[in-house]
């Protein structure tokens, strides 16, 4: 079954730096499109960034634009996603999402579990 399980968050100071990593099993990683997607304390889900299958197509939201960085694995079935200059807006679960195609879609049929971010003080 498809499984994605997400990693590396953690407590940072702001202007730190933090690399999430997702590990995928149960399908084709690399026949599909991925996104991470994150939702702050008592806010909605908010899209960051999405690659397409061969990793060679990127997307950013403006929020964070500049400063992460979205990559792949095929090899590994691993999905990165590379935060630097954080800030405490960036606070928030982290989840990272399989699209329904190769290409981005923003549409989603499997989630992770999430890992948490807090960038403080």
């Known amino acids: 079954q498809v499984q994605l399980v997400e990693s590396g968050g953690g407590l940072v100071q702001p202007g730190g730096s933090l690399r999430l990593s997702c590990a995928a099993s149960?399908?084709?990683?690399?026949?599909?499109?991925m996104s991470w997607v994150r939702q702050p304390p008592g806010k909605g889900l908010e899209w960051v960034s999405d690659i397409n299958s061969g990793g060679d197509t990127t997307y950013y939201a403006d929020s964070v634009k500049g400063r992460f960085t979205i990559s792949r694995d095929n090899a590994k079935n691993t999905l990165y996603l590379q935060m630097n200059s954080l800030k405490p807006e960036d606070t928030a679960v982290y989840y990272c999402?399989?699209?329904?195609?190769?290409?981005?879609?923003?549409?989603?049929?499997?989630w992770g579990q999430g890992t948490p971010v807090t960038v403080s003080s």
């Open positions: 149960g399908f084709t990683f690399s026949s599909y499109a």
């Open positions: 999402a399989k699209d329904r195609q190769a290409a981005f879609l923003g549409r989603y049929d499997y």
